[in-house]
């Protein structure tokens, strides 16, 4: 059923067309019906100018020139950033978690800890266990700010705040999310040797970054590789560091 009004449902504006001249929602308001809902959840995921998957699809392959349009304007076009990464993490989450995927790579973390000195492989294997049990959270958490401050800090010649960075990286790592979940746990469910999988998407993944960069900031080639190396272990560094430090401080007061 359509509710037609001459007034906005939404703000109370005089309605003139179909779209709300003073808010943008539609006027005919549909009643809320599981058939509706279903309509408007497919609708979001295929529309062809503004879609989930439209989104997915060029962020393959123009990741850099997607963001330069949306922070130029073009934002009708694309699926929120931030709704992206949400979604796109709830998916990789899922897999994740019934694939044992992250179980997976902990184990062989695990054993390559054995030919380390024996404190300091217990440091590795106890900040391994936080990352298996707690991986999704501090991924989602921790990922994206971290690596927005980076390429605040290692781009600032081309004048993005760090909000726009915020914008790059919930891209970027919300593709990235969907390429581990739809591509690499199928892979590693077939061949097995989750941390060989792992190390491939990681590579994968810094590639990614270089291309976007590039296309995004416009550095020479050679300077984007560079920084993107110096973004990718200081990344790592400042990643783990707080976990270790967790496993120190966790260890002292109660053993």
Known sequence: MTQISTACKNC????????????????????????????????ALTHADKGFLF??????????????????????????????????SAIWALVVSKTGYFESIGSGMKQENQGMPEELAFYFSESTKIIVAYGKVISLII???????????FFRKG???????????????????????????PLFLIFGNASLNNDIFQFMFFAYQAVAYRQLFRNHVVWTILKTIAIFLLFIILFWLPIFGFVFLRTQLFH
């Open 12 to 43: 109370g504006a005089t309605l003139s067309g179909n779209f709300c001249q003073n808010c943008g929602q539609k006027s005919d308001v549909h009643a809320i019906t599981l058939k509706h809902l279903l309509h408007e959840f497919f609708h």
């Open 55 to 88: 989104l997915m699809k060029e962020l393959l392959y123009r990741p850099g020139h997607v963001v330069v349009d949306y922070l130029q304007g073009k934002r009708k076009k694309y699926f929120n950033p931030l709704s992206f990464l949400v979604l796109a």
């Open 143 to 153: 990922t994206v700010p971290l690596l927005s401050f980076l390429t605040w800090i």
């Open 159 to 185: 004048k993005h705040s760090f909000a726009e960075n915020l914008v790059l990286q919930a891209l970027l790592v919300g593709e990235s999310h969907l390429a581990l979940a739809l591509i690499f746990v």
